[in-house]
Nanobody
Framework: VQLQASGGGLVQAGASLRLSCAAS????????VGWWRQRPGKGREFAAG????????YYINSVKGRFTISRESDKNVVYLQMNNLQPEDTAVYYC???????????????????????WGQGTQVTVSS
C-alpha cells in the first residue's frame, strides 16, 4: 500500500485546511490510520488517529476540538480536517496505516510510531500569526 498525503499549505492563524491521505496499490478501508506531524526541530508526534472500524478516534490534547479525522472508504481516503489553525500547528504532516493483525481490536487507535506499517510522504502546513 502506498500512501499519498496532500492538502497542506500556507495559511493565517484561524484558518482551516483539510489534509487527505489517499491510498494506492491496496486499500486502507480496513486499516487503522494515523496522522502524525513533525514540527521544526522536533521529533515526529502523533496528532490524530482512527480505528480499523471507524468507531474509535483519538486526538492529542493540543488539537482536540479543532481537528477531525474521518474516512471515506469508497474513495480509499482518510481526511484530517484542521480548523482554527495556530502557528504551533506548523509542521510536516504524515499519514500512516496499520493493516489489521491477529490480536488487534477493530476499535483500537494506535499512537506509537512502530505500530504503523505504511507511511506516506509528508505535506507541509505553515500557519502564520
Amino acid at each position: 500500500v502506498q500512501l499519498q498525503a496532500s492538502g497542506g499549505g500556507l495559511v493565517q492563524a484561524g484558518a482551516s485546511l483539510r489534509l487527505s491521505c489517499a491510498a494506492s496499490g491496496g486499500t486502507v478501508s480496513r486499516h487503522a490510520v494515523g496522522w502524525w506531524r513533525q514540527r521544526p526541530g522536533k521529533g515526529r508526534e502523533f496528532a490524530a488517529g482512527i480505528s480499523n472500524d471507524d468507531t474509535g478516534t483519538y486526538y492529542i490534547n493540543s488539537v482536540k476540538g479543532r481537528f477531525t479525522i474521518s474516512r471515506e472508504s469508497d474513495k480509499n481516503v482518510v481526511y484530517l480536517q484542521m480548523n482554527n489553525l495556530q502557528p504551533e500547528d506548523t509542521a510536516v504532516y504524515y499519514c500512516a496505516a496499520r493493516a489489521f493483525q491477529t490480536g488487534d481490536y477493530r476499535n483500537e487507535v494506535y499512537i506509537s510510531l512502530h505500530e504503523y506499517s505504511y507511511w506516506g510522504q509528508g505535506t507541509q502546513v505553515t500557519v502564520s500569526s
